[in-house]
């Protein structure tokens, strides 16, 4: 259970009461709807990478799993797994993400990846030669991508750490991201 009470919907202005009912109904929405300032800003820039990004969807996906195994938290990795198999990774791929082990299936480029996730997260920053490695894998917007998809699912993890959210109890159906697209679209029609 969460540190706190997700806000009750009848509490939100009627422009985020409406914003959340058109999410996937994920409780680190369920939160961020809390903060009435940061609520869509923080849900239209998961809508820009998710949505609009130009990063391979199963790289972002290795990197927000890998960020999510390495600081520990369950919600990340429960709700990507399932956006993982959706957009058709084998669980032999993911758990391979998930773990310290040699990775056999993970492409040079998908464990060149992984690297990075590493060494940002556990030292800060990319070494020169695994960043200039990932550069010529990616083009800048691709690289600059990667790296604010790593920032934002470490502040993920922090939130979700800091309030205890735990994974919803009944799992969305699919991934989420068309239903994030339609409201963050909907929100520049209004």
């Known amino acids: 259970m969460a540190r706190i009470p997700y806000p009750d919907p009848a509490s939100l202005s009627e422009d985020n009461r409406r914003f959340l009912a058109s999410l996937p109904q994920l409780n680190i929405s369920r939160l961020l709807a809390g903060s009435p300032c940061m609520f869509q800003p923080l849900t239209q820039v998961f809508n820009a990478y998710l949505n609009h990004g130009e990063l391979d969807p199963e ?15 369950d919600y990340e990795v429960v709700n990507h797994k399932r956006t993982a198999r959706v957009i058709g990774m084998d669980d032999e791929r993911v758990s391979e993400v998930l773990s310290d082990d040699e990775a056999h299936q993970l492409t040079p480029d998908e464990q ?4 990075f996730v590493d060494e940002v997260i ?11 490695a990932v550069e010529k894998l990616m083009t800048v917007a691709q690289l600059i991508e990667l790296s604010v998809v790593i920032g934002v699912y470490t502040m993920v993890a922090q939130i979700c750490a800091t309030f205890e959210i735990e994974p919803e109890d009944v799992p969305i159906a699919d991934t989420g991201l068309e239903d994030i697209f339609q409201a963050v679209n909907k929100l520049r029609d209004d």
């Open 59 to 73: 790289l972002r996906e290795i990197a927000i799993l890998r960020v999510g195994y390495l600081l520990d938290s």
């Open 112 to 115: 060149l990846v992984v690297r």
């Open 122 to 132: 556990k030292e800060g920053a990319a070494r020169e030669d695994t960043f200039r």
